[in-house]
Antibody, heavy 122, light 107 residues
């Protein structure tokens, strides 16, 4: 059973960089066919896909966040990470890490972490 | 970006009711449509992928249909554990986008 767990500061100051790590257990982060993703839920709102990374290091980002986002992977530690720079209060959200699995030309998100609340405030 | 519009945004229903939620894409997404269930404080759970395929372990009272731009999620007989918010999501193109959610409440 694959499990994902987010970790990182719950409070970040405006203009600073939000940094989160996702630790994957019960499965290999280096297996082909999987994309390791970050998704967030803004307070009282829906879900927003941030981006994903393949084990090879290839990334895709949401264009709305692309200039501020970096997703990286450490296969030796079975971890992948999110960095979001120049944060504002609008980035306050519950952040989820997740695994996307491909089927044909599409993907589905079959495993999620429990989510971690990150508040941007001075 | 492909916009996903769900309706209704909320509904009230009773245990045993048949519930239908619709999702419309702003352009054709073939069958690249997934449905998730989310409960407060919990991670979303995949119910349906590729518009109509039931995820392993999900009760058969859940079903999905549609292709192109119009999709539906049906719960054939609502159970107490089904009261939650449901989201559709397209994987046809980047960025992946979600519908705004449908909250299913107890009547």
């Amino acid at each position: 059973q694959v499990q994902l767990q987010e970790s990182g500061p719950g409070l970040v100051k405006p203009s600073q960089t939000l940094s989160l790590t996702c630790t994957v257990s019960g499965g290999s982060i280096s297996s082909g066919g999987y994309y390791w993703s970050w998704i967030r839920q803004l307070p009282g709102k829906g879900l927003e896909w941030i981006g994903y990374i393949y084990y090879s290091g290839n990334t895709r980002y949401n264009p709305s966040l692309k200039s501020r986002v970096t997703i990286s992977v450490d296969t030796s530690k079975t971890q992948f990470s999110l960095k979001l720079s120049s944060v504002t209060a609008a980035d306050t959200a519950v952040y989820y890490c997740a695994r996307e699995v491909s089927y044909g030309s599409g993907t589905q998100i079959d495993y999620w972490g429990q989510g971690t609340l990150v508040t941007v405030s001075s | 970006d492909i916009q996903m519009t769900q309706s209704p945004s909320s509904l009230s229903a009773s245990v045993g009711d048949r519930v239908t939620i619709t999702c419309r894409a702003s352009q054709s997404i073939s069958s690249y449509l997934n449905w998730y269930q989310k409960k407060p404080g919990k991670a979303p759970k995949l119910l349906i992928y590729a518009a109509s395929s039931l995820q392993s372990g999900v009760p058969s009272r859940f079903s999905g249909s549609g292709s192109g731009t119009d999709f539906t999620l049906t719960i054939s007989s609502l159970q107490p554990e089904d009261f939650a918010t449901y989201y559709c999501q397209q994987s046809y193109s980047i960025p992946l986008t979600f519908g705004g959610g449908t909250k299913v409440e107890i009547e």
